[in-house]
């Protein structure tokens, strides 16, 4: 069995994204490793060809200020870096630059990719999310956090990134057909110093607004992120990958959450209510189609 990964980054030094970390994370399922790098002005590029690996090759792109609109930009990074996959691997193995999976289901993935690697019916394969927020300690429990998505493609199948690169679709607009792993990947884009925090969102705003993006936007993100205006956390209990720990005691900022305090809305009580009962949550988006 043969797998590819794929991942696209620009500035993740400026931004602290875990982007090592993201890579290092599947490099073990990989035979390959293609990381389109955008045009940083801080030493991405170099960073990633220092991670030691001859498995990782990167590819140079420029980002399509045209397409700065819904995160457009962002899909299209992630084609540029699918395309560039070479030598028909069985899978592909996507990864974003502040998402990391956890050694502990690396069997686990491989496994389900040599279940259902000559099975012609899946498209995909769907993995568990846990969102963190605000420290290392926390994660998000609204149902506003998407619980799945779709990492592990085949290719050849003219497979796309899809919209602001959540997740990806086929032909003509057509959802993927996957089966769900019991795997986990951890998502920290959303666990920074408040001010880098900040700064990171102000400056996605101009891959979402565009030329909407003007002198009051900026005012209003300016200044340290408010990690308290959240609807509601829970206490993470299990543990991190290991390629996160030197990067978790770096952590120099202090966030603590009341977790007797929500701000959920009588929707959300519903939502929940339907899901300990049935175990299934109400009028989700799914982006894919879940096989049996």
Same mark, same amino acid.
């Given at each position: 069995m043969k797998v590819a990964g794929f991942t696209f980054i620009k500035n993740a030094i400026q931004f602290d994204y875990p982007v090592v970390e993201a890579i290092r994370s599947i490099l073990p399922l990989c035979d390959e490793m293609v990381v389109a790098v955008g045009d940083s002005s801080d030493g991405t590029r170099e960073l990633i060809a220092s991670i030691p690996s001859e498995k990782i090759r990167i590819i140079d792109t420029v980002w399509d200020t045209a397409l700065q609109r819904e995160g457009a930009v962002l899909a299209d990074e992630t084609n540029k870096a699918l395309d560039a996959i070479t030598g028909n691997p069985d899978w592909c193995f996507y990864i974003q630059g502040d998402e990391v999976l956890h050694e502990q289901y690396l069997d686990t993935v491989k496994q389900g990719m040599l279940?259902?690697?000559?099975?012609?019916?899946? +498209?995909?394969?769907?993995?568990? !999310?846990? @969102?963190? !927020? /605000?420290?290392f300690d926390y994660v998000a429990a609204s149902s506003k956090w998407y619980r799945n998505e779709i990492r592990i493609i085949r290719p050849g199948r003219d497979i796309y990134s899809y919209r602001d690169a959540q997740g990806f679709r086929k032909g003509n607009d057509q959802k993927l057909k996957v089966k769900a792993l019991d795997a986990y990947i951890y998502h920290y884009g959303w666990v920074r110093p408040p001010k880098t925090m900040m700064d990171k969102t102000r400056n996605f705003g101009n891959y979402?607004?565009?030329?909407?993006? +003007?002198?009051?936007?900026?005012?209003? @993100?300016? /200044?340290?992120? +408010? !990690?308290?205006?959240? +609807?509601?956390?829970?206490?993470?209990?299990?543990? @991190?990958p290991g390629i996160m720990l030197q990067r978790i005691n770096r952590m120099n900022w202090k966030f603590d959450y009341d977790l007797s305090y929500n701000k959920i809305t009588a929707k959300e009580r519903f939502k929940r209510i339907v899901e300990k009962i049935t175990g299934k949550r109400p009028f989700d988006y799914n982006n894919y189609i879940l096989l049996p």
């Open positions: 279940q259902w690697k000559d099975n012609p019916e899946v +498209d995909g394969l769907l993995f568990k !999310y846990k @969102h963190f !927020y /605000g420290s979402w607004g565009g030329d909407r993006i +003007d002198e009051a936007f900026i005012k209003l @993100h300016s /200044g340290d992120f +408010d !990690y308290s205006q959240i +609807d509601m956390l829970e206490k993470f209990k299990g543990t @991190h």
